[in-house]
């Protein structure tokens, strides 16, 4: 109900006596957190009357692929709220006519960033580095080095480029109620570098991937449509909030960034460049040859940069390029002692691949 007067602020209906006049018994409602930490307002929510009681936290995620399952299914969502009520989560290509998509029986460990996180160092583990969260709810455990290489204890933190970064960790300490400091970081897992050097800020949205982040259940011939999404509870305990408007079932199907970029002048004067292709999926066995290609065939886009000019743009069918000493006259003037080149796998669904960018000698 909505009051006319009274003191300012959200409160929850506790009882209610009706005489010669209604008499109101409420307590002051704070949204949804736990432990002292703030919610995160990642999502932006319509106004709504402060007898619905239901405010939840809600992340629908576009996540890379890290772990088995089809590439639509890496659109997922992360619902927390207090009190719990199991959630509906319900789609629409318009404003009505909402479908039921994904239950979510349990609240996601989500939360925000205590502290900044600044880009760090990827392919290996980070002594240094560290993020501090506040979890809305639960805690986190220390895991060995090995367990963490195989795919346990696992955040998400939405960076500001707007991506999910994938980080690991080894040692999680509470050093605060609620307050937790995650170290021996993997940072930039399954592609997710870009999002990595953009780095995050306080307050950034951080989720625990775990059983508790569902699947919204795109058909493959969603992915990459724009859709409006509510959240209702089961037990219709107050009115649905929403609708939030998301693309979702792109990032597990983008092209990841190649890696070792190299660059040597030959004895005619020309420079061949080379890199070594990645793969979103089956690429982490230990057998001889190449890991499989994601894509239907094999192509890269070059460019060859002067700061942040294009100079030359390139589409090649193999990891290498051979760049005429011709070719480097006609873009520069001169012969250069270091060239800067971006490269990135083209994509059957996602054309434009993450970038790999390096300055390279050449001398």
Known sequence: MTLDEGPDGTFLITRIEDGAVRSVEARGYVASGGNGAPVSMAISRPRRHVSDGFDPVVHLMDLPQYEAG?????????????????????????LDGYRARARLDQPAQT???????LPGVSGRFDP??????????????????IAVLTGQN?????????????IGFCMAEE???????LSGLLRGLHGTEDAMMAGAVPGAATVVLNSTVKALGLATSEVGQEMNWITETTGQVAGPVGPFSFVGGLRAETPIAPVHLKAWRQETGDVRFSW??????DADHWLDGD???????ERYRIDILDGAAIMRSIEV?????????SDELADFGAVQMAVSIRVQQVGAKVAQGVAASALLAVG
């Open 70 to 94: 089809d590439t639509a299914g890496f659109a997922r969502a992360a619902v927390f709220s207090r009190p719990w009520h199991t959630v509906m989560l319900s789609s629409s290509a318009g």
């Open 175 to 181: 050093v605060s109620a609620g307050r937790w400091q």
């Open 291 to 297: 890991i499989a290609l994601d894509e239907p065939q």
């Open 317 to 325: 069918s193999q990891p290498d390029y051979l760049y005429s000493v």
């Open 154 to 166: 696992r955040i998400a933190v939405r960076a500001q480029n707007g991506i999910w970064e994938v």
């Open 128 to 145: 240094a580095g560290v993020v501090v969260l506040d979890l809305h709810f639960g805690g986190l455990s220390s895991a060995s080095t």
């Open 276 to 281: 070594t292709r990645r793969a979103r999926r």
């Open 111 to 117: 939360g925000v960033l205590a502290q900044a996180l």
